[in-house]
């Protein structure tokens, strides 16, 4: 097969026999080993601003040839356009006749020569389930891991429920709960890791709904499964906003000399608009090209796990006294008198919320396997890997804050310098404060802190546009023809428009009562991981003979029952995490302190359902192929139902 493209011969570089010079080129989108260049094509082969690609003489000559990326763009869109089902069957007859390494697109210029383009091989998935190639693939492991943990990030999940967890359950429970909530997560992650490696697209829990429940259930899954999804990330990225903000807000309260000392403090109104400040910065950087998002994400990470590392280190260095290792680590004291939670059983689930806050979102990096180099290997280890740094840093943090404690009396109390608004920065400054005479060292660390929000309000915005951006370009969305457009930069920003609106209009009942951040921060978490139980239950039931495995497969390292267990168990997770995330935290339940979340979440259920009913389930099929691949390929189309 051989397809004809024109306008695409303006080419650097001279091509010539005898080529001296042996270059390995990587370039945007495709994969070139061992190219042969001549002294003078040095530079076309080593991918530099623009594509490259073997281009292979009649009489039996090599050369490297250099096409700009817009170009080497344009002539993979139009070949795929002009043959796309022909272009995946070369996919299959690659993988039975020689292989991984065969080249999977040949076309034939103008001049006679033969120009020939091996794709990532998670390009080559994506045109397997039906997809062209339309995002820019650019990101390698270091930004994907990046965008993990600067979504979940080291502070912002433990820093807002410490005190709760702390009052709840003490301090030792505060401390070991922690690994009881991150073993079962390790499950969820190890679980979705495995379903990224099979299906590294960009609709991400949205596409593995649809894929793993089958064409009777997919449709209703997938449906479901975005719409959750995209809820908890929309209303994700504005609630970490003003958490941010907040923090904010106690950073100039201390540096202004405290609540003790007539320090300032911000209005509800002016925190709420510093919130908003945070999202238009965060979606006007995420309007960038998401290779200079991603460098912002590494950014944030390295300033997130530096600090961690020398806060770790440096608090209990500077601390003055310590609290003895027996009340650390042994003093489960729920202060029910205090908190008048129904019993002790319901403290230890108020407790557990803490590292529920903080250890989620790992699922986040696949939403940009459409972007990222062989996303089908780097997802599952970005995934895995960003969860267990977060893991093991947070923890280190949350038992370095408690043992540096200076006087446990003092960290709620209205007279203490940040007024009993935040324990977190309480206990830094009380540390620097003793030592030194001076609170300048937890200021800094404060400002860190704002970072890690600023920094997971990106991601999740992120993370948002491109869930709205599968569910549009498979008409899931009202007007989705709107919400599918890309920029220039092949950056769908009016799907991250749509997304940040969303999280404003749900931001907005703040300004009634500064508790329903709190709310706002479990209806995020019930819809994103209420999406999370739709694939894992697919993939637990279904049979094994009907998944398509990726490089990551779980049967492959501990067997199909010790896989369907992993399953099992993540599931069941889950859905606990579903329950207790809709209970009061707060007693006596009163309107400003009452969980709204499932007030929330069964509007916005009405609201999807009853499209589905009315309108949506008539047309709407879940993800739509762009082109249909051959059958016959294990690895193509969507697999059966259970």
Same mark, same amino acid.
């Given at each position: 097969?051989?397809?004809?493209?024109?306008?695409?011969?303006?080419?650097? &570089?001279?091509?010539?026999?005898?080529?001296?010079?042996?270059?390995?080129?990587?370039?945007?989108?495709?994969?070139?080993?061992?190219?042969?260049? *001549?002294?003078?094509?040095?530079?076309?082969? /080593?991918?530099?601003?623009?594509?490259? &690609?073997?281009?292979?003489?009649?009489?039996?000559?090599? &050369?490297?040839? !250099?096409?700009?990326?817009?170009?080497?763009?344009?002539?993979?869109?139009? &070949?795929?356009?002009?043959?796309?089902?022909?272009?995946?069957?070369? =996919?299959?007859?690659?993988?039975? +006749?020689?292989?991984?390494?065969?080249?999977?697109?040949?076309?034939?210029?103008?001049?006679?020569?033969?120009?020939?383009?091996?794709?990532?091989?998670? +390009?080559?998935?994506?045109?397997?389930?039906?997809?062209?190639?339309?995002?820019?693939?650019?990101?390698? @492991?270091?930004?994907?891991?990046?965008?993990?943990?600067?979504?979940?990030?080291?502070?912002?999940?433990?820093?807002?429920?410490?005190?709760?967890?702390? =009052?709840?359950?003490?301090?030792?429970?505060?401390?070991?709960?922690?690994?009881?909530?991150?073993?079962?997560?390790?499950?969820?992650? #190890?679980?979705?890791?495995?379903?990224?490696? $099979?299906?590294?697209?960009?609709?991400?829990?949205?596409?593995?709904?649809?894929?793993?429940?089958?064409?009777?259930?997919?449709?209703?899954?997938?449906?479901?499964?975005?719409?959750?999804?995209?809820?908890?990330?929309?209303?994700?990225?504005?609630?970490?906003?003003?958490?941010? $903000? #907040?923090?904010?807000?106690?950073?100039?309260?201390?540096?202004?000399?405290?609540?003790?000392?007539?320090?300032?403090?911000?209005?509800?109104?002016?925190?709420?608009?510093?919130?908003?400040?945070?999202?238009?910065?965060?979606?006007?950087?995420?309007?960038?090209?998401?290779?200079?998002?991603?460098?912002?994400?590494?950014?944030?990470?390295?300033?997130?796990? /530096?600090?961690?590392? %020398?806060?770790?280190?440096?608090?209990?260095?500077?601390?003055?006294?310590? +609290?003895?290792?027996?009340?650390?680590?042994?003093?489960?004291?729920?202060?029910?008198?205090?908190?008048?939670?129904?019993?002790?059983?319901? *403290?230890?689930?108020?407790?557990?919320?803490?590292?529920?806050?903080?250890?989620?979102?790992?699922?986040?990096?696949?939403?940009?396997? +459409?972007?990222?180099?062989?996303?089908?290997?780097?997802?599952?280890?970005?995934?895995?890997?960003?969860?267990?740094?977060?893991?093991?840093?947070?923890?280190?943090?949350?038992? #370095?804050? /408690?043992?540096?404690?200076?006087?446990?009396?003092?960290? @709620?109390?209205?007279?203490?310098?940040?007024?009993?608004?935040?324990?977190?920065?309480?206990?830094?400054?009380?540390?620097?404060?003793?030592?030194?005479?001076?609170?300048?060292?937890?200021?800094?660390?404060? %400002?860190? =802190?704002? =970072?890690? @929000?600023?920094?997971?309000?990106?991601?999740?915005?992120?993370?948002?546009?491109? %869930?709205?951006?599968?569910?549009? !370009?498979?008409?899931?969305?009202?007007?989705? *023809?709107?919400?599918?457009?890309?920029?220039?930069?092949?950056?769908?920003?009016?799907?991250?428009?749509?997304?940040?609106?969303?999280?404003?209009?749900?931001?907005?009942?703040?300004?009634?009562? *500064? /508790?329903?951040? @709190?709310?706002?921060?479990?209806?995020?978490?019930?819809?994103?991981?209420?999406?999370?139980?739709?694939?894992?239950?697919?993939?637990? #039931?279904?049979?094994?003979?009907?998944?398509?495995?990726?490089?990551?497969?779980?049967?492959?390292?501990?067997?199909?029952?010790?896989?369907?267990?992993?399953?099992?168990?993540?599931?069941?997770?889950?859905?606990?995490?579903?329950?207790?995330?809709?209970?009061?935290?707060?007693?006596?339940?009163?309107?400003?302190?009452?969980?709204?979340?499932?007030?929330?979440?069964?509007?916005?259920?009405?609201?999807?359902?009853?499209?589905?009913?009315?309108?949506?389930?008539?047309?709407?099929?879940?993800?739509?192929?762009?082109?249909?691949?051959?059958?016959?390929?294990?690895?193509?189309? $969507?697999?059966?139902?259970?």
């Amino acid at each position: 097969m051989v397809a004809m493209v024109e306008d695409v011969d303006e080419i650097e &570089a001279t091509a010539g026999d005898g080529c001296a010079a042996k270059k390995q080129g990587q370039c945007d989108s495709y994969y070139y080993d061992d190219s042969y260049a *001549s002294a003078d094509a040095k530079e076309a082969g /080593t991918g530099g601003d623009g594509g490259c &690609a073997d281009v292979d003489h009649d009489d039996g000559g090599e &050369a490297s040839r !250099r096409l700009p990326r817009g170009e080497e763009m344009k002539l993979y869109t139009e &070949a795929s356009a002009f043959e796309g089902a022909a272009v995946v069957a070369m =996919i299959q007859r690659r993988d039975e +006749e020689v292989g991984t390494e065969q080249k999977i697109l040949q076309i034939t210029m103008e001049d006679g020569i033969t120009l020939s383009v091996e794709l990532d091989p998670a +390009e080559k998935r994506l045109n397997e389930l039906g997809y062209r190639q339309e995002l820019r693939r650019s990101l390698r @492991f270091p930004g994907l891991y990046a965008v993990g943990v600067s979504f979940m990030t080291v502070f912002a999940g433990f820093v807002p429920t410490y005190a709760q967890g702390f =009052i709840n359950g003490g301090p030792a429970g505060l401390i070991w709960y922690w690994w009881i909530t991150a073993l079962f997560v390790h499950l969820i992650g #190890v679980s979705m890791a495995e379903i990224a490696s $099979s299906f590294p697209t960009a609709g991400s829990l949205y596409f593995w709904a649809a894929a793993l429940a089958g064409p009777r259930w997919g449709p209703l899954a997938s449906f479901i499964t975005g719409w959750m999804e995209f809820l908890g990330l929309a209303v994700c990225g504005a609630n970490v906003s003003y958490g941010g $903000s #907040v923090i904010l807000q106690v950073l100039i309260l201390i540096s202004t000399g405290g609540a003790e000392g007539g320090g300032f403090l911000l209005s509800k109104y002016t925190v709420f608009a510093i919130a908003c400040a945070f999202v238009l910065i965060c979606f006007l950087i995420n309007c960038l090209p998401v290779r200079t998002v991603a460098n912002v994400m590494v950014a944030s990470s390295f300033i997130q796990i /530096t600090a961690a590392v %020398v806060l770790i280190v440096m608090l209990p260095l500077v601390a003055p006294t310590h +609290e003895p290792a027996s009340w650390v680590f042994g003093d489960f004291g729920n202060n029910r008198d205090t908190t008048l939670t129904p019993s002790n059983a319901y *403290s230890f689930l108020i407790t557990l919320l803490v590292s529920q806050y903080s250890l989620y979102g790992y699922d986040c990096v696949a939403h940009l396997a +459409e972007e990222t180099k062989k996303a089908d290997r780097t997802a599952p280890l970005a995934i895995m890997s960003s969860l267990s740094t977060v893991t093991v840093l947070a923890w280190l943090l949350v038992v #370095v804050l /408690t043992w540096s404690i200076q006087d446990p009396a003092h960290l @709620f109390a209205a007279e203490s310098v940040t007024g009993g608004m935040q324990p977190v920065v309480q206990i830094m400054w009380d540390a620097f404060y003793a030592r030194y005479g001076s609170g300048l060292g937890a200021q800094v660390f404060t %400002v860190v =802190i704002c =970072i890690s @929000f600023f920094g997971a309000t990106l991601s999740c915005q992120l993370g948002a546009s491109r %869930v709205a951006y599968a569910l549009a !370009r498979d008409g899931g969305l009202p007007f989705s *023809s709107l919400w599918r457009r890309l920029s220039s930069n092949r950056v769908p920003v009016a799907a991250l428009s749509l997304s940040v609106l969303i999280g404003l209009l749900f931001l907005l009942p703040v300004l009634a009562s *500064s /508790t329903l951040f @709190f709310a706002l921060a479990s209806i995020s978490t019930i819809a994103w991981v209420s999406a999370y139980s739709v694939p894992i239950f697919f993939r637990f #039931v279904q049979k094994e003979k009907h998944f398509p495995p990726g490089p990551f497969y779980l049967p492959n390292y501990i067997g199909v029952t010790g896989s369907k267990l992993v399953h099992l168990l993540a599931l069941l997770w889950v859905l606990y995490t579903l329950i207790v995330f809709n209970l009061p935290t707060m007693f006596p339940i009163t309107v400003e302190n009452f969980n709204w979340a499932p007030v929330a979440i069964a509007i916005w259920m009405k609201m999807f359902i009853a499209w589905w009913l009315l309108h949506a389930r008539f047309w709407f099929k879940g993800p739509v192929r762009e082109f249909e691949p051959t059958p016959g390929n294990s690895r193509v189309g $969507s697999t059966k139902g259970f």
